[in-house]
């Protein structure tokens, strides 16, 4: 009985560790922000992007009008644009989430633009990002460093991870 309480405890413990090196979302009201990531920096880069999913579960519309993190000296709402067959960013005051459809950040799309980087943003690290809302106040995440070559979270790298972690041993 000792030997299974210890194997036990062990395994929670694995557990517990592995999945700290997840993006970690968080829920304010009928908000939750999911799967927040970046891409790691490429050389001397002074910008780089923040991603994520914005569920409504509520029956009101919300905004997000504004972000923030310590490692960017500013942090805005922006989105890309074709206009006359050029790719363009544009900057946005505020970003409308709509209830029962994600509102989905990713690359080429919607997106938090981080502007003087404090120092590179390097690949398996975390940092924080509060998003603040029209309605539903602040909601403080934290932000997944990914490759730098990422084209977007997946979140099934989470539940293969998570999957092989849970599995019992063999022993």
């Known amino acids: 009985m000792r030997l299974t309480l210890i194997s036990t405890l062990a395994a929670v413990l694995v557990a517990a560790a592995g999945n700290a090196g997840f993006a970690q979302g968080a829920e304010m009201g009928s908000l939750r922000v999911e799967h927040p990531w970046a891409r790691a920096s490429i050389g001397a880069a002074k910008a780089g992007a923040a991603y994520l999913t914005i569920v409504n579960h509520g029956e009101v519309v919300d905004r997000l009008v504004g972000a923030a993190t310590p490692v960017a000296k500013h942090a805005g709402l ?15 005051e505020a970003v ?8 989905v950040f990713k690359p080429g799309g ?8 404090r120092q590179p943003l390097k690949e398996g690290e975390t940092f924080p990002l509060v998003l603040t809302f029209q309605r539903a106040g602040k909601i403080e995440v934290e932000a997944m460093v990914l490759k730098a ?19 019992p041993a063999t022993n």
């Open 78 to 92: 922006h989105t890309h644009l074709m206009e006359e067959g050029i790719m363009k960013m544009r900057p946005l």
């Open 149 to 167: 070559t990422t084209m977007g979270y997946d979140p099934h790298m989470e539940h293969h991870k998570k999957h092989h972690q849970e599995a």
């Open 110 to 117: 919607l997106h938090i633009m981080l502007m003087g980087l």
């Open 96 to 103: 409308e989430v709509a209830p029962g459809e994600p509102t």
